[in-house]
């Protein structure tokens, strides 16, 4: 079976610190892996990383995928608290369905 | 902008009534899906939809049924509500490929 795990579960940083929220899966056919931000209603889509595009950027946000080791790591750095947020890691399963890693939640103190 | 709305953002109902949640998308997406999230446990799917009058079931669709007549709208059914459906309800749509757009969400409380 499809599995995603996010680690750390929450994390408390303060204002300007740089942080890495880790996303290590194992699937049975791997098409992609993507992240999302979610504050206080829905998800909203940052990042999709395949074997072609193993690393994106976005500001202060980046991602990488390691397809060997089976993990991808998101980074923010010169953290705001507008950054504070659960961060979700996900790889589809089948017929567009994705498999939900149980987050990161992350607070920024100011 | 994709757009996915809900009916309601929030919703009480009494135990062993019948629950309409509905999804309205905006941009002519094949994939629907509805998700319930639950502290500790995550996004779990409960069925999706890949084309008008198609549903499969995800990986929780016990106590649920799902409608789609038509491409935009996608509804999720409590046939009798039951207090362990208190959550909050998502629903999101995509494209063909993976990225899936969510709504802002319903948070349904059974009493």
């Known amino acids: 079976e499809d599995k995603v795990v996010q680690s750390p579960l929450s994390l408390v940083v303060h204002e300007g610190d740089t942080v890495t929220l880790n996303c290590s899966y194992e699937?049975?056919?791997?098409?992609?892996l993507l992240w999302y931000k979610q504050e206080k209603k829905a998800p909203t889509f940052l990042f999709m990383l395949t074997s072609s595009g193993i690393e994106k950027k976005s500001g202060r946000l980046s991602s990488i995928l390691d397809k060997k080791e089976l993990f991808s790591i998101l980074n923010i750095t010169a953290t705001q608290t507008g950054d504070s947020a659960v961060y979700l890691c996900?790889?589809?399963?089948?017929?567009?369905?994705?498999?939900f890693g149980k987050g990161t939640m992350l607070l920024v103190s100011p | 902008d994709v757009k996915v709305t809900q009916s309601s953002r929030y919703l009480v109902k009494r135990t062993g009534e019948k629950v309409f949640l509905e999804c309205v998308q905006d941009?002519?997406?094949?994939?629907m899906f509805w998700y319930r999230q639950d502290p500790g446990l995550g996004l779990r799917l409960i069925y999706f939809s890949y084309d008008v009058k198609m549903k499969e079931k995800g990986d929780i669709p016990e106590g649920y049924s799902v409608s789609r007549e038509k491409k935009e709208r996608f509804s999720l059914i409590l046939e009798s509500a039951s207090t362990n459906q208190t959550s909050m309800y998502l629903c999101?749509?995509?494209?063909?490929?993976?990225?899936?757009?969510f709504g802002p969400g319903t948070r349904l409380t059974v009493t």
């Open positions: 941009m002519d997406h094949e994939n």
């Open positions: 996900a790889v589809p399963k089948s017929r567009s369905t994705l498999t």
């Open positions: 699937v049975t056919n791997f098409r992609s």
């Open positions: 999101a749509s995509s494209p063909e490929f993976y990225e899936q757009y």
